[in-house]
């Protein structure tokens, strides 16, 4: 995942991610204007749009507002459930993405077998790249010996407490 950055007011990042839909090599561009975020993918037609708050729920029971090309971050929608498909959390971790920050800026996502580099960046050839939100790179293994307890959501923000809960 990358940030692409407006910097001198000459460009809409919108028209900036219009131009890096072409490119074979990512999977998605998002952007935030005003309180939305929008993603386009030139793998998918339309565009998708979301904000926190609103009648979709997630098995994390975050709660969410969206329209348009669910497909675009594949997310599947039944009864106002979303279920995640290739990106884990991506609303929230998205979300997060978006607000992290101030400024004109998008998040660009590279498809699995692709990464960004920078000058100073090491290359990752085979895997192991950070920061992609396809579950590809987020998925860690964990292995835990010593206890029958598991943990409900396999997410690294729930990990704390479910370590927390040994000394409890």
Do not use: C
């Amino acid at each position: 995942m990358a940030y692409v950055y407006e910097i001198n007011g000459s460009i809409s990042v919108k028209n900036i991610a219009e131009r890096l839909k072409k490119d074979q090599r990512i999977a998605w561009i998002a952007w935030k204007e005003k309180e939305l975020i929008h993603v386009i993918s030139g793998d998918h037609e339309g565009s998708f749009d979301f904000n926190s708050g609103g009648t979709y729920r997630d098995v994390y029971n975050q709660a969410w507002s969206i329209k348009g090309n669910t497909s675009i971050l594949d997310l599947t929608l039944k009864n106002k459930n979303i279920h995640y498909g290739d990106y884990p959390d991506g609303l929230a971790r998205l979300y997060g993405a978006m607000y992290s920050q101030e400024g004109e800026f998008l998040v660009v996502d590279a498809k699995p077998g692709y990464e960004f580099i920078g000058e100073s960046s090491p290359e990752h050839s085979g895997g192991g790249a950070h920061g992609s939100m396809h579950k590809d790179d987020s998925l860690i293994p964990i292995i835990v010996t010593g206890t029958n307890k598991s943990i409900e959501h396999l997410r690294i923000v729930d990990l704390k407490q479910w370590i927390m809960d040994f000394w409890n």
